[in-house]
């Protein structure tokens, strides 16, 4: 039996066929199940899915120095500023702005926290969902409950 030196093409697109239809997925499915491969992929000491946790109980993060908050704000400013400067345009007031910054992060997370605003979107999208709730035949939730609790959700106290 003489065997061709090269092949024609058809018989090139029909191993690369079976290849890609029938022995790579075997393979991929032998990998899987000897090797358990997908579910250390992407792993290592470097992953982000290995990074520890660092948010506290209450949901927020560690608390940070003011001191040195302040300074990076301040910081952050000067830079923008500068860049403000580059660019042609009036400089920032940076301890009117770091002061501002400041201010508004040490708002209070409470029920206060909420404006008006957020209260009502919160409380369109639990109409919505009822509403849906009810066209699929299912029971309507309390309104004013569950947008406490959403909003509860949202603020991360509960």
Request: aromatic share 2%; no cysteine.
């Amino acid at each position: 039996m003489d065997l061709p030196a090269a092949l024609t093409a058809l018989q090139k697109g029909g191993a690369v066929l079976l290849f890609t239809g029938v022995a790579a997925p075997l393979i991929g499915l032998v990998l899987k199940r000897v090797s358990g491969g997908w579910e250390t992929m992407g792993g290592g000491p470097f992953a982000i899915l290995n990074e520890p946790q660092k948010r506290g109980a209450s949901g927020t993060g560690p608390r940070i120095d003011p001191a040195i908050q302040a300074a990076e704000v301040r910081q952050m400013l000067e830079a923008k500023s500068e860049r403000r400067v580059q660019r042609g345009e009036a400089p920032l007031d940076v301890e009117a702005e770091t002061q501002r910054l400041l201010a508004a992060e040490e708002r209070p997370r409470g029920q206060e926290a909420i404006d008006a605003e957020l209260r009502a979107e919160v409380r369109q999208l639990v109409v919505a969902r009822n509403e849906r709730r009810l066209r699929e035949g299912l029971e309507p939730l309390d309104v004013e409950a569950e947008t406490e609790r959403q909003l509860a959700d949202f603020i991360g106290s509960s």
